[in-house]
């Protein structure tokens, strides 16, 4: 049972110059329009944003963490709440990640072997095992729309025995996944391992699509490669999965990143960037990232993004964002998130147009052109507001 009924993805357009890909995707709690950036509620909240706001900002989609809701509060509060979506009241679809990245990020804390892995809670010590069934587990309680098969992240870099190893336990518990699934209400996608290595790659996709999940994902990446190694590794690999179904990036979602892989034929992206650099007073436009700490902000009365429209944009100014910035209110780290999020979704709606228009090439080129522009010139801009300090 691996949820393939809860879920219809249907391919609408396709890019005539790229691999870029236009789809919908229905699922249990809401329709899904694709390529789409999923942002990040990892303990069941999207950090600084109310769900309406959300909303409002154009989030169709979000995710959450079964590692650390399996921690706090616990699978079965969440459970008989009515699962993520009562727990937070949140009525659209939501992803689960299986618990598997915390095997790469917490590596100091865990042991792996081929019955799962081994954690101490960075919480307060506890031996905790999480195993695949163990993860299904967790995440048939939580109740996503989607939830992952719990695999190895190994991290770059590393011997390609590490990878290799990687790849065929991964491909191992991805059954045992499956095997283990018990809710035709949430559809299970697989995960793609592999490194840096072609053939390797070659070989997980083949062994993850054997296993008919309706949705795969390429996993592994941003953990440590360069970003040219990154949108390589995801350009080779990506067409190789099965064209029928969502293809999901994890863990990136950079603007310059989400750009170039929606040419390779990438779905769905998510990604803490926008959520954590609100926080930390850097806000995103279509000039160059915004440093709202700067003194040259001071007397700047005008929103973050003329063109935005998001409730930022429409009722404060650069200015006032500065002030709750250096002031450290949480009211700044609030609405920059609302404003952030705001920017990814456009960008994503601005995408999804020029497929439908057969115009994702140039999009793409003139996308990363101004990009580039623009971070030269806040580059020599920060360098003259810390000159001046």
């Given at each position: 049972m691996l949820g393939s009924d809860c879920l219809r993805?249907?391919?609408?357009?396709?890019?005539?110059?790229?691999?870029?890909?236009?789809?919908?995707?229905?699922?249990?709690?809401?329709?899904?329009?694709?390529?789409?950036?999923?942002?990040?509620?990892?303990?069941?909240?999207?950090?600084?944003?109310?769900?309406?706001?959300?909303?409002?900002?154009?989030?169709?989609?979000?995710?959450?963490?079964?590692?650390?809701?399996?921690?706090?509060?616990?699978?079965?509060?969440?459970r008989d709440a009515g699962g993520l979506h009562g727990f937070m009241s949140w009525t659209g679809p939501i992803l689960t990640d299986s618990g598997g990245f915390q095997v790469f990020s917490l590596a100091s804390l865990n042991r792996i072997g081929d019955d799962g892995v081994s954690f101490r809670s960075h919480i307060d010590g506890d031996l905790i095992h999480l195993s695949p069934e163990r993860s299904i587990e967790i995440q048939n309680a939580l109740g996503a729309d989607i939830i992952m098969a719990f695999d190895e992240c190994p991290p770059h870099p590393a011997s390609r025995e590490v990878v290799e190893r990687a790849v065929e336990r991964t491909a191992a518990w991805a059954a045992r996944c499956a095997a283990s699934h018990a809710r035709g209400d949430q559809a299970l996608f697989g995960i793609v391992q592999g490194g840096i290595h072609e053939d390797l790659r070659?070989?997980?996709?083949?062994?993850?699509?054997?296993?008919?999940?309706?949705?795969?994902?390429?996993?592994?990446?941003?953990?440590?490669?360069?970003?040219?190694?990154?949108?390589?590794?995801?350009?080779?690999?990506?067409?190789?999965?099965?064209?029928?179904?969502?293809?999901?990036?994890?863990?990136?979602?950079?603007?310059?990143?989400?750009?170039?892989?929606?040419?390779?034929?990438?779905?769905?992206?998510?990604?803490?960037?926008?959520?954590?650099?609100?926080?930390?007073?850097?806000?995103?436009?279509?000039?160059?990232?915004?440093?709202?700490?700067?003194?040259?902000?001071?007397?700047?009365?005008?929103?973050?993004?003329?063109?935005?429209?998001?409730?930022?944009?429409?009722?404060?100014?650069?200015?006032?964002?500065?002030?709750?910035?250096?002031?450290?209110?949480?009211?700044?780290?609030?609405?920059?998130?609302?404003?952030?999020?705001a920017f990814f979704h456009r960008l994503l709606r601005d995408i999804r147009s020029a497929i439908r228009e057969g115009m994702y090439g140039e999009f793409r080129e003139r996308f990363l052109r101004e990009s580039r522009a623009a971070s030269s010139e806040q580059s020599a801009l920060d360098g003259a507001e810390d000159s001046s300090v």
């Amino acid at each position: 049972m691996l949820g393939s009924d809860c879920l219809r993805f249907t391919l609408v357009a396709q890019d005539p110059s790229t691999r870029a890909r236009l789809g919908r995707l229905e699922l249990p709690h809401g329709l899904v329009e694709t390529p789409v950036f999923m942002p990040v509620g990892t303990q069941g909240t999207v950090k600084g944003i109310l769900p309406r706001d959300l909303l409002e900002g154009g989030a169709t989609i979000i995710l959450a963490n079964t590692y650390h809701l399996a921690l706090r509060p616990g699978p079965e509060i969440v459970r008989d709440a009515g699962g993520l979506h009562g727990f937070m009241s949140w009525t659209g679809p939501i992803l689960t990640d299986s618990g598997g990245f915390q095997v790469f990020s917490l590596a100091s804390l865990n042991r792996i072997g081929d019955d799962g892995v081994s954690f101490r809670s960075h919480i307060d010590g506890d031996l905790i095992h999480l195993s695949p069934e163990r993860s299904i587990e967790i995440q048939n309680a939580l109740g996503a729309d989607i939830i992952m098969a719990f695999d190895e992240c190994p991290p770059h870099p590393a011997s390609r025995e590490v990878v290799e190893r990687a790849v065929e336990r991964t491909a191992a518990w991805a059954a045992r996944c499956a095997a283990s699934h018990a809710r035709g209400d949430q559809a299970l996608f697989g995960i793609v391992q592999g490194g840096i290595h072609e053939d390797l790659r070659r070989r997980s996709v083949e062994q993850i699509a054997s296993l008919d999940f309706p949705g795969c994902a390429i996993g592994g990446v941003s953990v440590g490669e360069s970003p040219l190694e990154m949108r390589s590794v995801v350009d080779f690999t990506a067409p190789l999965l099965p064209e029928d179904r969502p293809r999901y990036v994890m863990g990136v979602g950079g603007p310059e990143d989400i750009v170039d892989m929606v040419a390779s034929g990438v779905d769905m992206f998510d990604c803490v960037l926008p959520t954590r650099n609100a926080r930390n007073a850097c806000l995103f436009t279509r000039q160059g990232v915004l440093r709202m700490r700067n003194q040259s902000l001071a007397r700047d009365f005008t929103p973050v993004e003329a063109d935005c429209g998001c409730a930022t944009c429409r009722g404060f100014t650069r200015a006032y964002l500065r002030h709750l910035y250096t002031r450290d209110e949480m009211l700044g780290g609030m609405l920059g998130t609302i404003h952030n999020l705001a920017f990814f979704h456009r960008l994503l709606r601005d995408i999804r147009s020029a497929i439908r228009e057969g115009m994702y090439g140039e999009f793409r080129e003139r996308f990363l052109r101004e990009s580039r522009a623009a971070s030269s010139e806040q580059s020599a801009l920060d360098g003259a507001e810390d000159s001046s300090v």
